[in-house]
């Protein structure tokens, strides 16, 4: 989009990048479809599949893994963080109303931060864009427990596996670059999973920790991480 004053943005294009080192044709994948407001998920992102309970919500679609790391400086479309912190016992939040699209009524919320384990805040019951301007609020089923923080980098995400691994287990990577949307306009993307078979470029998988390695039977070899 062009700016109306006289501007130089510069830049490259990211997806020139390799995923496969060994043959992509080898590989075992199937067809699949994103849920929406994620924005752009690259290829080679980790992908997690949508548990929730009810089929009002997400249920069955992908979304970005969440890494079980808490520094602040991971790249994970898939959380959408606080903008107020949530306090015991409270059955709200609030994040950006872009982030907002990320989630559907009826699908299970997750919430977590790096000082307090995370807890399953069960479905989703309203989501109110309208009220405030400058952000949306969430209405869930079971109340809180713990406090969660801006602090402590307190965000929530929609339940995509167990509570051993923070609610988000891995199953694949994604093949190709897609854009699942962002805001209102969401309307999530159809993709390629890879689920074994294969031997990627480790620096081509930004969500990739020992938590998802342990889930895709990988091995992280120098640069390469085998999938068998």
């Not at 929730?52 to 069955?60: I, L, N, P, R």
């Not at 074994?196 to 992280?220: F, H, I, Q, R």
């Amino acid at each position: 989009m062009p700016y109306d004053t006289p501007t130089i943005v510069r830049g490259v294009q990211d997806d020139y990048r390799r995923l496969y080192y060994s043959d992509h044709n080898a590989a075992l994948k199937i067809p699949i479809t994103l849920a929406p407001g994620y924005g752009l998920v690259k290829a080679g992102s980790i992908l997690a599949k949508n548990l929730s309970a009810a089929t009002t919500g997400s249920k069955g679609k992908f979304v970005p893994y969440n890494p079980t790391t808490f520094t602040g400086a991971e790249d994970h479309p898939g959380r959408a963080y606080l903008v107020a912190d949530v306090g015991a016992s409270a059955s709200v939040c609030y994040v950006t109303i872009a982030d907002s699209y990320k989630f559907k009524v009826g699908d299970d919320l997750i919430i977590n931060d790096d000082e307090t384990s995370a807890e399953n805040l069960g479905a989703i019951t309203a989501i109110d864009r309208t009220s405030e301007q400058h952000r949306a609020k969430l209405t869930f089923t079971t109340q809180t427990s713990g406090t969660f923080t801006n602090a402590a980098k307190g965000h929530v995400f929609v339940e995509a596996g167990t509570s051993g691994n923070n609610y988000s287990d891995a199953v694949g990577v994604l093949e190709k670059t897609v854009d699942t949307g962002t805001g209102e306009n969401a309307k999530g993307a159809n993709a390629t999973l890879i689920l074994s078979n294969c031997v990627l470029y480790a620096g081509c998988m930004p969500l990739l920790d020992a938590a998802s390695k342990t889930d895709l039977s990988a091995t992280e070899i120098g640069q390469f991480v085998v999938i068998k």
